[in-house]
């Protein structure tokens, strides 16, 4: 159980293009999904929070018009890099947490899709 | 502010040997505290978390934990390594007092196991 699905695994286009990253909860409904960015050899930097029907929540200094997130179901969440450049390329990872908001979620983990790597050239 | 640090980037074991990934947290109240692994080119995968009670927590694949509080540990651990545990192990601590359920990573640390 807890599966989580992303899609696509790997990504490589030109600079200039959008790219759009899926996040799917395969059995279970995640009302937070989180996006991480990873770069090699180092730990997840949280780019933002999405809680599904609200507006995506970024940590300092994540431009939220670069990195536009929508969470449109219990199920899916997308990313989308805008305008992608050389220096967007990274792992990117999302992770979903099937708790409900408030007290007592905290501690359910967060499970993780197997990231999506882009390169742009 | 909530940090967890992992002190050491590589840790090399034999296979069958037991095998020890250190951290330590620091947060304003009590922690929830997970271990997760993460293979190459791959997401990460949750071991085993605290919440509370026993300050021994056993997870998946053989792996277990102890919760310090006194030291504001929660160190892994595994009696016998496999060669397939070598990976990339990340400590994560979340504050009680937040309800959004955001994680606090370590820097991680490298498990190498060899024949």
């Known amino acids: 159980g807890a599966v989580v699905s992303q899609h696509p695994s790997w990504v490589i286009c030109k600079s200039g293009t959008s790219v759009k990253i899926e996040c799917r909860s395969l059995?279970?409904?995640?009302?937070?999904m989180f996006w991480y960015r990873q770069f090699p050899k180092q730990s997840l930097m949280l780019m933002a929070t999405s809680n599904e029907g609200s507006k995506a929540t970024y940590e300092q200094g994540v431009e939220k018009d670069k990195f536009l997130i929508n969470h449109a179901s219990l199920t899916l969440s997308t990313l989308t890099v805008t305008s992608a450049h050389p220096e967007d390329s990274s792992f990117y990872i999302c992770?979903?947490?099937?708790?409900?908001?408030?007290?007592?979620?905290?501690?359910?983990?967060?499970?993780f899709g197997d990231g999506t790597r882009l390169s742009i050239l | 502010a909530q940090s967890v640090a992992q002190p050491e980037d590589q840790v090399n074991v034999a296979e069958g040997n037991p095998l020890t990934v250190k951290c330590t947290y620091s947060?304003?109240?009590?922690?929830?505290l997970f271990w997760y692994v993460q293979y190459p080119n791959r997401g990460l995968q949750f071991l085993l978390k605290?919440?509370?009670?026993?300050?021994l927590v056993k997870g998946s694949y053989g792996f277990e934990a102890e919760f310090n509080k006194s030291q504001t540990s929660f160190h892994l651990k595994k009696p016998s390594a496999l060669v397939s545990d070598s990976a990339l192990y990340f400590c994560?601590?979340?504050?009680?007092?937040?309800?959004?359920?955001?994680?606090?990573f370590g820097q991680g640390t490298t498990l190498q196991v060899k024949p």
């Open positions: 947060v304003s109240g009590n922690p929830y």
């Open positions: 059995d279970f409904q995640a009302t937070t």
């Open positions: 994560a601590v979340r504050d009680r007092s937040s309800n959004t359920g955001k994680l606090i």
């Open positions: 605290y919440i509370t009670g026993d300050n």
């Open positions: 992770s979903a947490r099937a708790a409900p908001r408030g007290t007592g979620a905290g501690n359910q983990p967060q499970h």
